[in-house]
């Protein structure tokens, strides 16, 4: 009996809206046809009364909360004039005045019924009570927002460091490649131009004896000549020995690259041999060509990058 009570007040209104909606249909899809296909026509038609059954059901289901209901609301009284107008230019275009009449009065008929059983079976709430929920509301929907922002704030600065991270393996891994490359070049380089062999070069001479050879003197530990006596060598005295005159060229001969590559700019190769080989034979010293380019390239190398030319 109590099912009975509460499905009565929505015969009508179903009634009314099942007739409106397809007589809504028929008209809308009828007049359409003159410019368009009958199925696109029709399905117009049948697009145009969902929405306005949508918004019929929309607004029914807001009132029964006692929820706002505004934009079904505002889609229903839109809907509501622009189909009794339909109705009412099919029946004139059918030259029926009765059946445009009646045509345009059953939606408004069936919107007057629905709007009474909502209003009959809506909860009804005092206006303090839908303050409330229309608070509680407004803070679920703020806390929502603020656990989304908050979400999303933290998922850039992940993705951020993330980024940070795989640049920072990608430099490292190419550093490591840039290093790899350069040892194999540098050996690759080394295996194809080997330095070579070095012919054994003289120490340095010490300025003691450097002033006794610039001055024609014998250094210490070479027997002046006319000294008389013998060294332990067996050579007589007042003659130097073999080892100790080869001792005394090659001395001389170091020291006299070493002037000589002291010029600024350092000179060539090429004019570097011959000023050795000149000053050589002026002041009557040996050595041979390789003795000599020996000493050229340890001087260019105690010179450092700064010191000869190519």
Do not use: C
């Not at 015969?11 to 397809?22: E, G, I, N, R």
């Not at 199925?39 to 289901?61: G, I, K, N």
């Amino acid at each position: 009996m109590n099912q009975i009570k509460k499905v009565a007040p929505w015969v009508l209104p179903s009634l009314l809206t099942a007739v409106a909606v397809a007589w809504a249909i028929d008209a809308i899809g009828g007049i359409l046809t003159r410019q368009a296909a009958a199925p696109f026509a029709y399905s117009v038609a049948v697009l145009y009364d969902a929405v306005w059954l949508y918004a019929l059901a929309q607004e029914t289901a807001h009132r029964r909360q006692g929820s706002s209901a505004r934009l079904p609301k505002v889609i229903g009284w839109v809907f509501l004039p622009l189909t009794v107008a339909v109705l009412a230019v099919r029946g004139l275009l059918a030259a029926d005045v009765l059946a445009a009449v009646v045509g345009a009065l059953i939606p408004v008929l069936a919107k007057v019924t629905l709007m009474m059983a909502i209003d009959r079976d809506r909860t009804r709430i005092s206006s303090r009570a839908q303050a409330a929920i229309d608070r509680t509301r407004a803070v679920t929907r703020d806390r929502i927002a603020l656990t989304r922002a908050v979400a999303a704030a933290r998922s850039a600065e992940t993705k951020a460091a993330a980024k940070i991270l795989k640049a920072t393996r990608e430099a490292e891994a190419d550093a490591v490649t840039v290093t790899h490359d350069a040892f194999e070049r540098y050996a690759e380089v080394m295996d194809e131009h080997p330095l070579p062999e070095l012919v054994e070069l003289p120490g340095l001479i010490p300025d003691g004896e450097l002033e006794a050879l610039l001055s024609g003197g014998v250094p210490d530990g070479v027997p002046a000549l006319g000294a008389g006596g013998s060294d332990q060598s067996g050579a007589v005295a007042g003659t130097p020995s073999a080892q100790a005159a080869k001792a005394a060229n090659d001395q001389a001969v170091a020291l006299l690259a070493a002037q000589l590559y002291a010029s600024s700019p350092p000179p060539s190769k090429r004019q570097f041999r011959a000023a050795m080989r000149a000053e050589m034979n002026a002041q009557k010293l040996t050595g041979s060509w390789e003795t000599i380019d020996a000493l050229y390239d340890r001087e260019k190398a105690l010179a450092g990058p700064s010191g000869g030319n190519p």
